[in-house]
């Protein structure tokens, strides 16, 4: 059986990754603090076991949920998908802004990283959901920028550290996605102009299919 972690699958990009793995004779564990969100992605669905999981990215405790749902079960893929973004001048930014940030955007991914590997096996693989941000910079965006370059560094790093374990790391950098990030963010953005999260969720499922000694690890 081919075990999935998904974080932030309450909606967005989470979501539309759950639906397109879903497969039949799989499990996938769907993370979010949203329950009845995560819920209606379970409903989504049919062809294969979910179990919810229910924690808060921003402490430690939140990521040993997960470790405590998955257990011993094989995992095949991890995604790691949450995140969040504070957008406002630095000089207006609050050490609660700067650490609430690194902790869900590369402490969260880190620590799910490290205490599901044992889990997974050769052919595994590792996702994760980065953004143009690893690459560039944005007023007024410093403390994403920053979180997403620091996680760009590590999944680069254990990248080569698994390589020769066979445990593929995949980088995804999205530009800007149709998401519920920007009801949070400052300005007037014109989403219909955006890319779907369903366009994410294909370049995943494309790569995840690719046959193991494939080198396209880092999708733009």
């Not at 979910?50 to 095949?76: F, Q, W």
């Not at 990283?113 to 007023?139: D, H, P, R």
């Not at 009801?183 to 193991?212: C, F, H, T, Y």
Request: proline share 4%.
């Amino acid at each position: 059986m081919k075990g999935f972690v998904i974080t932030g699958a309450s909606r967005g990009i989470g979501r539309a990754i759950a639906i397109k793995l879903a497969c039949e004779g799989c499990k996938i564990f769907l993370h979010g603090k949203d329950k009845k969100m995560l819920q209606e992605t379970s409903e989504k669905i049919s062809d294969c076991g979910t179990e919810l999981i229910l924690s808060d990215l921003s402490n430690p405790e939140g990521v040993n949920t997960i470790l405590k749902a998955v257990g011993e079960t094989k995992i095949s893929v991890l995604v790691n998908n949450a995140g969040l973004a504070v957008v406002k001048p630095f000089e207006e930014l609050t050490l609660d802004d700067w650490n609430l940030t690194f902790n869900v955007n590369v402490t969260a991914p880190f620590l799910l990283c490290k205490g599901l590997v044992k889990n997974m096996s050769e052919g595994s693989s590792i996702v994760n959901i980065l953004s143009i941000a690893s690459k560039n910079v944005f007023t007024e965006w410093s403390s994403y920028c920053m979180s997403k370059y620091a996680f760009d560094g590590f999944a680069k790093t254990i990248r080569e550290e698994l390589r020769e374990r066979k445990i593929r790391v995949i980088n995804i950098y999205p530009g800007p996605t149709d998401t519920d990030i920007w009801e949070n963010v400052p300005g007037n953005w014109d989403r219909s102009s955006m890319m779907s999260p369903e366009v994410i969720a294909d370049a995943v499922k494309i790569e995840l299919e690719q046959p193991p000694n494939t080198e396209s690890e880092d999708i733009t």
